[in-house]
């Protein structure tokens, strides 16, 4: 019987499409190509996921070896809070998720910093009983360690759990530690298909 449902936050509760975000302000494509490979696909913004870097070293070190100016990439790490929104159609989830008596956790990747300006930002954190931020342990998904961490920490047994993520890497992360996973392929409203699979679980 699942009791806990754990959610990761880009791309299932928040909208974190840096890309598409850059196309629709204007940007040439080789721009927002280079944009994604130097920022936000770098080893750098994964070091600074990882809790391994700060946002002033991770600009730092960015600067160092791209074409791009460092007040240029300065402005994209001040843009993170607007590039991402929340998903209204898979937010509206946890209040009826709670209302039903599930325990609710999010397990994501993200930089500290940056986790705590959305946390601040949105209001539907106070629907979650806990959860784990990679930056706060210094292990990013799809470690499986992150996924132990957070099952230990507030005492749950990973048959008993559901989650959710935008990646099948992380979904098979999960499954391997015998939490039952689903995988959300972009869909800005997937709560059909999340009860469905829940009530087909739980019968």
Do not use: Q
């Amino acid at each position: 019987m699942i009791k806990n449902i754990i959610f990761d936050l880009g791309n299932v509760l928040l909208s974190w499409k840096p890309d598409k975000y850059f196309e629709k302000s204007g940007y040439d494509s080789y721009t927002v190509s280079l944009i994604m490979k130097d920022v936000f696909s770098s080893a750098e913004w994964f070091k600074l996921d990882n809790g391994d870097i700060t946002t002033t070293e991770a600009i730092d070190l960015i600067a160092s070896k791209s074409s791009l100016k460092k007040g240029f990439i300065c402005s994209l790490f001040d843009l993170r809070t607007k590039i991402i929104f929340s998903l209204a159609d898979n937010i509206k989830l946890l209040p009826e998720l709670k209302e039903k008596g599930f325990k609710l956790y999010y397990l994501s990747n993200f930089p500290l910093d940056f986790f705590e300006e959305i946390k601040k930002k949105y209001d539907f954190f106070s629907y979650f009983d806990g959860g784990i931020i990679s930056a706060e342990v210094n292990h990013s998904k799809p470690d499986p360690e992150i996924y132990r961490i957070l099952l230990d920490k507030y005492k749950l047994n990973p048959e008993e759990c559901f989650y959710i993520d935008d990646n099948d890497i992380n979904v098979r992360a999960a499954e391997s530690l015998f939490i039952k996973s689903f995988c959300n392929y972009g869909s800005t409203d997937f709560s059909e298909e999340f009860y469905d699979i829940l009530n087909f679980i739980n019968v």
